[in-house]
């Protein structure tokens, strides 16, 4: 028999206490892995324990090879911005590589002074830019011009490969600076062009770029 009895306010802590677990998530006990998946370990975060181990960062290797991808197509050409209009060489990129697991190769979206263009690359330092044959440029299909059916002007942005997504929607990416636009395709180049999502993208209601 208890000599002291908790008095009101400590039952109600107490009760609190123990309901906590209740009212949020359960605890993460671990963490489900995919096996194949490969991890940077760049904290602890999957790690239980080291023994006898230290991290070791080392810093990367600027590749001398480098620019990757060049705009060295005549529809890379362009004009300028208000304080120099003269022809330049335009390309600016706003998707990360994405790897096919299905084709091999890396692929890549980026912009031109003619909208969005397309390469691809079997190790990610070798580029090529197929011709597609979906987009004109002075009065020919033969470049690698990629097209969204009813927008032919639109760049196409954050491209991604979704693997659980319907095989026709495999590939989804954004267009519009502002009030953007979900699109999709199948393989992201040809087959068939990119189309418009029928569900709209999640926006930021604070953000300006997505009013």
Known sequence: MFKKSLNFPGLVLLALWLAVPCWGAKPLLYIPLTTGQHQLFLDDYLIGALYRAERRINPPTKYEGNPLISADKPWGNGPGPYWNTGTQKVLQIRSAPCWDPEEQ????????????????????LNWEKPILGKREYE???ENNLVLVQGD?????????????????RRYKGLIGSSGRKPVVSADGTSSPNWTFHPYPARTSPTSPMTR
């Open 105 to 124: 190769v890396w692929k890549l979206w980026y912009f031109t002074a003619h909208k969005t263009a397309y390469a691809r690359s079997g190790d990610g």
């Open 139 to 141: 009065g020919s299909k």
């Open 152 to 168: 032919p002007e639109a760049f196409i942005q954050h491209v991604l490969l979704d693997p659980d997504a319907p095989p026709e």
